[in-house]
């Protein structure tokens, strides 16, 4: 069967209401293990498309393994509109027109033959040159030691990748869930970008094991930013697990198609990956880190934000130096 030991042995009991521990010091002859049961067609969200195989990274034997995961892409179907609270209005109102500042503000081109300001980088190269003794040519132009103010046109798509498993029904400081959090977050970066004019996705994924990981759509590049969409945010629940490498592979086939200069892949979760399978421990980090690196070699810049109290003893590893940020207070996330 699939069923292997994954390690999870500890996590389960800590989990149970109630233990019992035999006397003779042997070792129990079955184990327990959690399963989740998909909902049925009816009840499930409607499906996009067609599946899509991807592959996975076997750590193990230093290979991707092909057509390893199977990805379905789903759409929830809201009844009703999304309403956020007023405080959550304010917010995003707040972040919007920082970034409609952002946008309209000019930005210093350096480098120039004149201008209003010196570039005192340039200067320094240049005064380092020039006693170095410069070629008659590089002598006779004039120094390139100034910047100026000029208005540059934005080139940059994002896509939002949110982590929707079963841990995001924990509570926030007995407070808000954490799935309330994250949905929160989701409609503050809508309103933002689409303040900025930047073309951007949201997807949100859970899994249960290799052959159902589970993308939500909520919000594709070519759709606006509209009630709908709105809806389909205010509509997240928790899911499953976390097979974060298929979600990433999935999210940068996507992203690869933008025309932009700059592509961002913004992961936002609540902890490591893991699933029922050998994905839990070191197989699922291992995969994740690969998939990160085929994010970047396919010019994409791929970046964590991560609410989970553990993250700084993983993430470096999954997404190196300066690939990762951690939100002390989840409370705070959406601002």
């Known amino acids: 069967t699939d069923d292997e030991d994954d390690g999870n042995a500890l996590r389960a009991a800590d989990d149970m209401e109630q233990l019992a521990v035999t006397r003779d010091g042997k070792a129990g002859a079955a184990r327990v293990k959690f399963d989740l049961d998909l909902p049925s067609a009816s009840a499930d969200d409607a499906p996009i498309g067609q599946a899509e195989s991807l592959p996975e990274w076997d750590w193990k034997r230093q290979a991707l393994q092909p057509d390893r995961c199977r990805v379905v892409t789903l759409m929830a179907r809201p009844d009703q509109p999304f309403v956020p609270a007023a405080p959550l209005r304010a917010t995003a109102r707040r972040v919007r027109r920082r ?3 952002l946008r309209a503000a000019p930005r210093w081109q350096r480098h120039c033959a004149d201008g209003e300001a010196i570039d005192l ?6 005064a380092a040159d020039e006693a170095g003794a410069l070629t008659p040519a590089a002598a006779a132009r004039d120094p390139l030691v100034f910047a100026r103010r000029t208005r540059g046109e934005r080139s940059l798509a994002t896509l939002l990748l949110a982590d929707l498993s079963l841990s995001t029904d924990a509570h926030v400081n007995n407070d808000a869930r954490v799935i309330d959090v994250i949905r929160d977050a989701l409609y503050v970066f809508g309103e933002a970008l689409e303040a ?7 997807l949100g994924f859970s899994s249960v094991r290799r052959q159902h990981v589970r993308m939500q759509h909520l919000k594709a590049f ?3 930013w509209s009630r709908a969409a709105q809806a389909r945010v205010g509509a997240i629940k928790p899911g ?4 974060m490498g298929a979600a990433l592979r999935h999210a940068t086939k996507r992203l690869e198609l933008r025309p932009e200069r700059q592509r961002l892949l913004l992961i936002l979760t609540d902890g490591k990956p893991n699933d029922l399978d050998v994905y ?4 699922g980090l291992e995969d994740t ?3 990160v690196h085929e994010a970047r070699e396919a010019g994409l810049l791929p970046f964590c934000l991560s609410i989970d109290e553990e993250a700084h003893e993983y993430l470096p590893h999954l997404f190196g130096r300066g690939g ?3 939100v002390r207070a989840p409370a705070e996330l959406p601002a």
């Open 324 to 326: 990762w940020a951690q």
């Open 121 to 126: 980088d340039a200067w320094v190269r240049h």
């Open 280 to 283: 839990e421990g070191r197989w």
């Open 222 to 224: 070519d759709e606006p």
């Open 196 to 202: 900025t004019g930047d073309a951007f996705e949201m």
């Open 99 to 101: 970034l409609e500042v």
């Open 240 to 243: 499953y697990y976390t097979r």
């Open 289 to 291: 880190r690969h998939a």
